[in-house]
């Protein structure tokens, strides 16, 4: 069983920085993969990066490449997804996700079996 809660989420400005980390419980954080996903109102969640337990493999949605960073500190049992020159389209509720398997960039919001409540992320123009 894994608990996952977000933080960092807030109200920034159309090409600003925010940092969303995500605290896992659970001894066997490090056997998972973990996911960021987003969901807009009116819209499907959708993915946003993945990084395998190791930290060593990371995969990207084509809308972020470039601009977001995901990382893991296992020590910590957190996940972070730092967020850059941020644009009105990416204002969404981020929620984190945890995934046992450690296959493939897993897009997919079936393909991950906890989640955290989310937190909100607001770009303004």
């Known amino acids: 069983q894994v608990q996952l809660v977000e933080s960092g989420g807030g109200l920034v400005q159309a090409g600003g920085s925010l940092r969303l980390s995500c605290a896992a419980s659970?001894?066997?954080?490090?056997?998972?993969?973990m996911g960021w996903f987003r969901q807009a109102p009116g819209k499907e969640r959708e993915f946003v990066a993945r990084?395998?337990?190791?930290?060593?493999?990371?995969y990207y949605a084509d809308s972020v490449k470039g601009r977001f960073t995901i990382s893991r500190d296992n020590a910590k049992t957190a996940v972070y997804l730092q967020m850059n020159s941020l644009k009105p389209e990416d204002t969404a509720i981020y929620y984190c996700?945890?995934?046992?398997?450690?296959?493939?960039?897993?897009?997919?919001?079936?393909?991950?079996?906890?989640w955290g409540q989310g937190t909100q992320v607001t770009v303004s123009s």
């Open positions: 990084i395998l337990w190791s930290g060593g493999t990371t």
């Open positions: 659970g001894r066997t954080f490090n056997r998972y993969a």
């Open positions: 996700a945890a995934d046992r398997s450690q296959n493939g960039p897993a897009r997919f919001v079936y393909e991950y079996e906890y």
